[in-house]
């Protein structure tokens, strides 16, 4: 069974920083394009950031460009969202997921990749 859990999310003050984690078990990390998404209430899943298989192309939306930070650990079979100057706007689920196709400037989540559940960010003062 393929699972990605996040993990390391809380409640934070703006300014604050958070590393998130996402451990994945039932399939070869290092085989995989990756996401981070992440939502809010009402509304579809927001693409934030890129890696890939290797580490050596990453990505960002322009709302968390030069604040956030993803890396990969292949050997640990873990993905990493370091997140600074984190802001109220910042408040979602975020969820890792697989990423099997590109469009050009980042890679995509399909309908068939994987996700997991997700961990809560909540920013406030």
Known sequence: EVQLQASGGGLVQP????RLS???SGLTLGAWNM???RQTPGK???WISSINR???FTAYSDSVK?????SRDNAKNTLFLEMRGLKTED??????TTASSFNGDYYVTEPGDYRGQG???TVSS
Do not use: D, H, K, M
């Open 35 to 37: 996401n981070w998404l």
């Open 22 to 24: 996402c451990a994945v």
């Open 66 to 70: 030069g604040r956030f930070t993803i």
């Open 15 to 18: 300014g604050s920083s958070l």
């Open 91 to 96: 408040t979602a689920v975020y969820y890792c």
């Open 44 to 46: 579809g899943p927001e």
């Open 119 to 121: 961990t809560q960010v």
């Open 54 to 56: 290797g580490g050596e």
